[in-house]
Nanobody, 115 residues
Framework: QVQLVESGGGLVQAGGSLRLSCAAS????????MGWYRQAPGKQRELVAR???????NYADSVKGRFTISRDAAMNTVYLQMNSLKPEDTAAYYC?????????WGQGTQVTVSS
């Protein structure tokens, strides 16, 4: 079992920055990748950024060059640095942990970008 707790969401003006954190606990040794997803009202949940235990990353085209995902060496905590935020980035952001055979989700943190 893996437990995930996100933090760092909030209200920010367009052009501003936020840093999200996702703290993992439990069987963290089994995690092989972690990612950030977001879901806006009326839309499907979508991948924002993902990082593997080996450090490989991938990003949604809409956030490339603006968002950066990083992790600590033990995969205890994953971060999402969000710069140059736009109103269309407004969504609930969820942390996801992938293990062999199971995925785990956090409870989500709201990010609201005002124009």
């Amino acid at each position: 079992q893996v437990q995930l707790v996100e933090s760092g969401g909030g209200l920010v003006q367009a052009g501003g920055s936020l840093r999200l954190s996702c703290a993992a606990s439990g069987s963290i040794f089994s995690i092989n990748a972690m990612g950030w997803y977001r879901q806006a009202p009326g839309k499907q949940r979508e991948l924002v950024a993902r990082i593997t235990s080996g450090g490989s990353t991938n990003y949604a085209d809409s956030v490339k060059g603006r968002f950066t995902i990083s992790r600590d060496a033990a995969m205890n905590t994953v971060y999402l640095q969000m710069n140059s935020l736009k109103p269309e980035d407004t969504a609930a952001y969820y942390c996801k942990a992938e293990t062999y055979g199971y995925t785990y989700w956090g409870q989500g943190t709201q990010v609201t970008v005002s124009s």
